[in-house]
């Protein structure tokens, strides 16, 4: 809701800078999402002139010459392209110095070769309307140099709220107004409907029937006779403009300015196109279709509204009006539509058609029936001064107001329970009051009568206990902390593990994100996932936000992907990213599985290049390997991997990772296909774990080994291999040939080369030895050493090089 200030002022004026206002309103309740400005700057350089002379430029046929009287400093020369522009004209006109709405500062300007001190102005060039074809053309009696400001609303900082569904009186000029003057105490204007100009009874010739009352809680109409239709006056445009709104032509601007005063949405039916004379309120057929206001064809079911005549639907209830009964240039006759609609259908229909309007984000909220004559009431007296009109005799109102309104108990001493900090029952009362409230004294408190436009949100004791808090200020309660009775907060032993795996990716210099728990299903598509692949399971949303997102995730690739093609397209070639959140699959059962990830993705360099190294390793498998290894050590957990594939990795670059012998996850590089489908021309490495197992076989407690007492006895090994022997499984043999005393066995280095001959490759071992009770010697280890040739002999074909 973007509210002009120069129009809430005329409501409520609170005589606070923006930003004061703006900081009120957001401590009670009412949050400003953002204040704009709107229009001009430099006010004062925006005047009233009076053109003197109008004559033809001597080198452009389509430009004028004009002498203008702007008040002081006499009478100045200005270049105008407009072709209504005449002598005797009273106009708007911004002189050398005045900063126009698109920041655009003006100066004296040559326009072919003679001299323009400003510029006479047209209505879009104030921001205050959308006509350009001609000059603005004001009112005979204002005088040269009057500031502009003062004719016109130029210029006005606009407060763009974040209104609650709760809170639909907040979508109305005149609620925000009541906001303020609770919260400053602003004297508050009468309302704008305080004076009905209609009158009772029927209208002749017209007649409504609503079928579903149910979803049509009242209907209220008026006709006029002799309407003009034609362009509204600027201040009417300028406030629409600055509430977002653009004008079109009286008749509809009046409809848009009313619901934005009063919240309550409005539509005008050219009566001579509403056939019959005959309005009916009914649900829809199945298949169903009317064109809509837009010019779209819009296919109904038999859950949503129809308002129709003679020959069929001419609007969707609550939502749009119907092409075919708008109003336009030649409409002398029109029908004032002012209805209440039942909010969840409205949401719905708008919902399923994938049509949202003004209307539709109000109704939707719930609005008061109430609402309706109000907004009748000051669109009628807007008609009548605008259009020329002349009001048919009576009004139709089917349905009427809302249920009377319930009476709440306030206790002075439950306020003062709840908040923590007594308020005095005076002060309860006039905040609620200055909200709207009827407020009667009782004994031990207040009887509070709520107002229609809050029926349906505050319905007990504590929804006005928080109405007197967040008007009397929330700042003002004291700062205490929850009773804790010797209890103290801690991390669970699974949250320190995770925290510590996290902690261990971000020291190797990891960022990690935090994706939507939602993707769509062509995501398995693009992962090159089989039919049977459990990852396609997915759990569906039911009331989905955008197609992306319609359904659960089933693994963290996507989402990291995505955010790695996002950097990638803009220049971040470098990445290391990794997301930890929850996966869920549809496994048949009455709740989906889920259980928390850890994934992981290396594109590019993996350290920036220096003038003193060569070109620094890229993202691959053993990159990626050793991220996952520096996070599942920080855990504590024994884990190997062994070659394996994945539909979306690339095939021998790719492995499953074990924890304790349990299958936890894969590891590997994008396979081509897939790094084409998020636009990774260099490719990327992966890896993805169940967290939750891996952390089943995690070490929790720390055991400590005295590491100091006696010292370690090193031997390097070389042996060769078979090329496909993985080192993996070398390390495994050492280890298990090594017995207790091997306390570390590390590849150091690889050869392949003609020493070894083809086929075989020289892998170079570090072994360490330690003993807790004694140093050990040469002749301690010579036997362990031997076992583990032997090993690797018999074992894997391992022969000792010399």
């Given at each position: 809701?973007?509210?002009?200030?120069?129009?809430?002022?005329?409501?409520?004026?609170?005589?606070?800078?923006?930003?004061?206002?703006?900081?009120?309103?957001?401590?009670?309740?009412?949050?400003?999402?953002?204040?704009?400005?709107?229009?001009?700057?430099?006010?004062?350089?925006?005047?009233?002139?009076?053109?003197?002379?109008?004559?033809?430029?001597?080198?452009?046929?389509?430009?004028?010459?004009?002498?203008?009287?702007?008040?002081?400093?006499?009478?100045?020369?200005?270049?105008?392209?407009?072709?209504?522009?005449?002598?005797?004209?009273?106009?708007?006109?911004?002189?050398?110095?005045?900063?126009?709405?698109?920041?655009?500062?003006?100066?004296?300007?040559?326009?072919?070769?003679?001299?323009?001190?400003?510029?006479?102005?047209?209505?879009?060039?104030?921001?205050?309307?959308?006509?350009?074809?001609?000059?603005?053309?004001?009112?005979?009696?204002?005088?040269?140099?009057?500031?502009?400001?003062?004719?016109?609303?130029?210029?006005?900082?606009?407060?763009?709220?974040?209104?609650?569904?709760?809170?639909?009186?907040?979508?109305?000029?005149?609620?925000?107004?009541?906001?303020?003057?609770?919260?400053?105490?602003?004297?508050?204007?009468?309302?704008?409907?305080?004076?009905?100009?209609?009158?009772?009874?029927?209208?002749?010739?017209?007649?409504?029937?609503?079928?579903?009352?149910?979803?049509?809680?009242?209907?209220?109409?008026?006709?006029?006779?002799?309407?003009?239709?034609?362009?509204?006056?600027?201040?009417?445009?300028?406030?629409?403009?600055?509430?977002?709104?653009?004008?079109?032509?009286?008749?509809?601007?009046?409809?848009?300015?009313?619901?934005?005063?009063?919240?309550?949405?409005?539509?005008?039916?050219?009566?001579?196109?509403?056939?019959?004379?005959?309005?009916?309120?009914?649900?829809?057929?199945?298949?169903?279709?009317?064109?809509?206001?837009?010019?779209?064809?819009?296919?109904?079911?038999?859950?949503?509204?129809?308002?129709?005549?003679?020959?069929?639907?001419?609007?969707?209830?609550?939502?749009?009006?119907?092409?075919?009964s708008e109003v336009h240039e030649g409409t002398t006759r029109v029908l004032m539509?002012?209805?209440?609609?039942?909010?969840?259908?409205?949401?719905?229909?708008?919902?399923?058609?994938?049509?949202?309007?003004?209307?539709?984000?109000?109704?939707?909220?719930?609005?008061?029936?109430?609402?309706?004559?109000?907004?009748?009431?000051?669109?009628?007296?807007?008609?009548?001064?605008?259009?020329?009109?002349?009001?048919?005799?009576?009004?139709?109102?089917?349905?009427?107001?809302?249920?009377?309104?319930?009476?709440?108990?306030?206790?002075?001493?439950?306020?003062?329970?709840?908040?923590?900090?007594?308020?005095?029952?005076?002060?309860?009362?006039?905040?609620?009051?200055?909200?709207?409230?009827?407020?009667?004294?009782?004994?031990?408190?207040?009887?509070?009568?709520?107002?229609?436009?809050?029926?349906?949100?505050?319905?007990?004791?504590?929804?006005?206990?928080?109405?007197?808090?967040?008007?009397?200020?929330?700042?003002?309660?004291?700062?205490?902390?929850p009773k804790r009775r010797g209890s103290a907060g801690r991390l669970t032993v699974?949250?320190?593990?995770?925290?510590?795996?996290?902690?261990?990716?971000?020291?190797?210099?990891?960022?990690?994100?935090?994706?939507?728990?939602?993707?769509?299903?062509?995501?398995?598509?693009?992962?090159?996932?089989?039919?049977?692949?459990?990852?396609?399971?997915?759990?569906?949303?039911?009331?989905?936000?955008?197609?992306?997102?319609?359904?659960?995730?089933?693994?963290?690739?996507?989402?990291?992907?995505?955010?790695?093609?996002?950097?990638?397209?803009?220049?971040?070639?470098?990445?290391?990213?990794?997301?930890?959140?929850?996966?869920?699959?549809?496994?048949?059962?009455?709740?989906?599985?889920?259980?928390?990830?850890?994934?992981?993705?290396?594109?590019?360099?993996?350290?920036?290049?220096?003038?003193?190294?060569?070109?620094?390793?890229?993202?691959?498998?053993?990159?990626?390997?050793?991220?996952?290894?520096?996070?599942?050590?920080?855990?504590?957990?024994?884990?190997?991997?062994?070659?394996?594939?994945?539909?979306?990795?690339?095939?021998?670059?790719?492995?499953?990772?074990?924890?304790?012998?349990?299958?936890?996850?894969?590891?590997?590089?994008?396979?081509?296909?897939?790094?084409?489908?998020?636009?990774?021309?260099?490719g990327a490495a992966l890896f993805e774990v169940d967290l939750d197992r891996v952390?089943?076989?995690?070490?929790?407690?720390?055991?400590?080994?005295?590491?100091?007492?006696?010292?370690?006895?090193?031997?390097?090994?070389?042996?060769?291999?078979?090329?496909?022997?993985?080192?993996?499984?070398?390390?495994?043999?050492?280890?298990?040939?090594?017995?207790?005393?091997?306390?570390?066995?590390?590849?150091?280095?690889?050869?392949?080369?003609?020493?070894?001959?083809?086929?075989?490759?020289?892998?170079?071992?570090?072994?360490?030895?330690?003993?807790?009770?004694?140093?050990?010697?040469?002749?301690?280890?010579?036997?362990?050493?031997?076992?583990?040739?032997?090993?690797?002999?018999?074992?894997?074909?391992?022969?000792?090089?010399?």
């Amino acid at each position: 809701m973007r509210v002009p200030v120069e129009w809430l002022s005329e409501y409520a004026d609170a005589g606070l800078p923006t930003g004061a206002l703006e900081q009120r309103l957001t401590m009670t309740g009412t949050k400003v999402e953002a204040v704009h400005h709107h229009g001009v700057d430099e006010l004062e350089r925006f005047v009233i002139g009076r053109v003197l002379e109008a004559g033809r430029h001597p080198d452009a046929d389509r430009l004028s010459v004009c002498m203008v009287d702007v008040g002081d400093g006499g009478p100045q020369q200005i270049v105008c392209g407009a072709p209504n522009v005449a002598a005797g004209q009273i106009v708007a006109v911004a002189r050398p110095g005045a900063v126009m709405p698109d920041g655009t500062k003006l100066g004296v300007a040559k326009l072919r070769g003679v001299e323009s001190n400003g510029m006479i102005l047209a209505e879009d060039e104030l921001a205050i309307g959308t006509e350009h074809a001609g000059i603005m053309v004001l009112d005979d009696g204002l005088e040269p140099g009057t500031p502009l400001a003062g004719v016109l609303p130029i210029a006005t900082d606009v407060l763009e709220l974040e209104v609650t569904p709760n809170r639909p009186d907040c979508l109305a000029i005149y609620g925000v107004a009541r906001e303020v003057h609770a919260a400053t105490g602003a004297p508050l204007a009468d309302p704008p409907w305080t004076e009905d100009l209609g009158t009772p009874g029927q209208i002749e010739g017209v007649e409504v029937v609503v079928e579903a009352g149910d979803l049509c809680p009242r209907f209220t109409a008026r006709a006029f006779e002799d309407v003009t239709i034609g362009p509204s006056p600027p201040w009417l445009k300028a406030r629409l403009m600055a509430a977002g709104q653009r004008p079109i032509n009286n008749v509809v601007d009046i409809t848009n300015y009313v619901m934005l005063l009063v919240g309550s949405p409005l539509h005008a039916f050219d009566l001579d196109r509403v056939a019959g004379g005959r309005l009916v309120v009914r649900r829809a057929q199945d298949g169903e279709q009317v064109t809509t206001l837009d010019g779209q064809v819009r296919t109904l079911d038999d859950q949503m509204l129809v308002i129709d005549d003679a020959d069929g639907p001419t609007s969707i209830a609550g939502v749009m009006g119907g092409e075919r009964s708008e109003v336009h240039e030649g409409t002398t006759r029109v029908l004032m539509e002012v209805a209440n609609w039942d909010g969840p259908n409205i949401h719905r229909t708008s919902q399923v058609l994938g049509l949202r309007s003004e209307a539709s984000g109000r109704f939707e909220k719930g609005l008061a029936p109430e609402q309706a004559m109000e907004a009748q009431i000051v669109a009628t007296r807007l008609m009548l001064e605008l259009t020329g009109a002349r009001l048919v005799p009576g009004t139709i109102d089917v349905g009427g107001d809302g249920p009377a309104g319930i009476v709440v108990r306030l206790r002075e001493h439950r306020v003062e329970e709840i908040l923590g900090r007594p308020i005095p029952r005076p002060r309860q009362a006039e905040i609620l009051r200055a909200l709207g409230f009827g407020v009667e004294e009782a004994p031990g408190g207040l009887e509070v009568l709520v107002p229609a436009f809050r029926r349906n949100d505050v319905t007990r004791e504590a929804d006005l206990i928080e109405e007197v808090a967040r008007i009397d200020g929330l700042e003002k309660l004291p700062a205490t902390l929850p009773k804790r009775r010797g209890s103290a907060g801690r991390l669970t032993v699974q949250q320190r593990l995770r925290r510590r795996a996290i902690d261990a990716l971000v020291g190797r210099g990891m960022y990690e994100i935090v994706g939507w728990s939602f993707t769509d299903p062509g995501l398995a598509d693009r992962l090159r996932l089989g039919p049977d692949d459990p990852r396609r399971r997915f759990v569906a949303l039911e009331n989905p936000m955008s197609e992306d997102h319609t359904v659960m995730r089933t693994t963290l690739l996507g989402s990291l992907l995505d955010a790695t093609r996002h950097n990638v397209a803009r220049g971040r070639s470098d990445l290391a990213l990794f997301e930890a959140g929850n996966v869920y699959r549809d496994d048949g059962a009455e709740l989906p599985h889920e259980h928390r990830s850890l994934a992981g993705v290396l594109v590019g360099r993996l350290h920036p290049q220096t003038w003193g190294t060569s070109e620094p390793p890229r993202a691959s498998f053993f990159a990626a390997k050793g991220m996952l290894g520096a996070a599942l050590d920080a855990v504590r957990v024994r884990w190997d991997v062994e070659p394996a594939s994945e539909p979306f990795l690339h095939p021998g670059r790719s492995a499953r990772v074990l924890a304790g012998g349990e299958d936890v996850g894969w590891i590997g590089e994008l396979h081509p296909l897939a790094a084409r489908a998020w636009d990774l021309d260099h490719g990327a490495a992966l890896f993805e774990v169940d967290l939750d197992r891996v952390l089943g076989h995690a070490d929790a407690v720390a055991h400590y080994v005295d590491l100091t007492s006696f010292p370690e006895l090193r031997m390097d090994l070389s042996v060769t291999l078979d090329d496909d022997v993985p080192a993996a499984t070398v390390l495994a043999t050492v280890r298990e040939a090594g017995g207790e005393l091997l306390a570390g066995v590390r590849v150091f280095d690889l050869y392949r080369g003609e020493q070894v001959g083809e086929g075989r490759k020289s892998l170079a071992l570090a072994l360490s030895f330690r003993a807790a009770d004694r140093t050990l010697t040469d002749e301690d280890v010579a036997p362990l050493r031997d076992r583990i040739v032997a090993a690797l002999r018999d074992g894997l074909g391992g022969e000792l090089r010399a």
